[in-house]
């Protein structure tokens, strides 16, 4: 019955790979996003988007693609891993976008880049 | 610029101590404040937001305009509090975008 899933939960790679983070939610949520949480612990949300449309479009380099198949998922590809991109990938969804509403948040995938 | 934070990046106390987890934010329209907290191998979660003025596992928050702070508050720590507390914020300007302080653990000594 888990709400906000992601797979996987850990990620080792080498630079300059591209890897997939995959994110499903089975709240029948509208809106999901993609954060960054760094080693200083500071969350920083990515990207957003509302019923497969993107919303939310932080500075993040363009090797970072998201892509939402339908509202229920959205998963983020990374191409030309760099160390830099170290840290912990939260994935969280939300009921819509006509008000402030709490977000769920998956486990997180922790990614390390050697 | 809208910012949040949380100038304690560890708070020890021992249980039945009281505790203030300290949040302090900017931005320039009409915010709304939570709290989120993680504990050990859990995902994170909302524990408390400002509009419902409720107490939750005996926390309160106070949003204080003035002093732009919303800080978590309990009379006194059990040691089941330990964990991993975020603000965060958000407001008119786009709902859905939140922003997060960089977390304060806390650690109730037994």
């Known amino acids: 019955d888990t709400a906000v899933s992601q797979t996987p939960k850990y990620l080792v790679t080498q630079m300059g790979n591209d890897k997939s983070i995959k994110c499903e939610q089975n709240?029948?949520?509208?809106?999901m996003y993609w954060y960054k949480q760094d080693s200083k612990k500071f969350l920083k949300i990515m990207f957003s988007?509302?019923?497969?449309?993107?919303?939310i479009n932080e500075t993040v380099p363009n090797r970072f693609s998201p892509k939402s198949p339908d509202k229920a998922h959205l998963n983020l590809h990374i191409n030309s891993l760099e160390l830099g991109d170290s840290a912990v990938y939260f994935c969280?969804?939300?009921?819509?976008?006509?008000?402030?509403?709490?977000?769920?948040f998956g486990p997180g995938t922790r990614l390390t880049v050697t | 610029a809208q910012r949040v934070t949380q100038p304690e990046k560890l708070l020890s106390v021992f249980k039945g101590a009281p505790v203030e987890l300290k949040c302090n934010y900017s931005?320039?329209?009409?915010?709304?404040l939570f709290w989120y907290v993680q504990y050990s191998r859990q995902r994170l979660q909302l524990l408390l937001r400002?509009?419902s003025r409720e107490s939750i596992k005996g926390f309160t928050a106070d949003l204080n305009k003035g002093e732009t702070s919303f800080h978590l508050k309990k009379p006194f720590a059990q040691e089941e509090d330990s964990a991993m507390y975020y603000c965060?914020?958000?407001?008119?300007?786009?709902?859905?975008?939140?922003?997060f302080g960089s977390g304060t653990k806390l650690n109730v000594k037994p």
């Open positions: 969280a969804s939300s009921r819509g976008t006509n008000g402030i509403y709490e977000q769920y």
């Open positions: 709240l029948g949520h509208d809106t």
């Open positions: 988007y509302n019923n497969k449309e993107l919303i």
């Open positions: 931005y320039s329209g009409s915010p709304e």
């Open positions: 400002h509009i």
């Open positions: 965060a914020l958000s407001g008119q300007y786009n709902f859905n975008k939140f922003y």
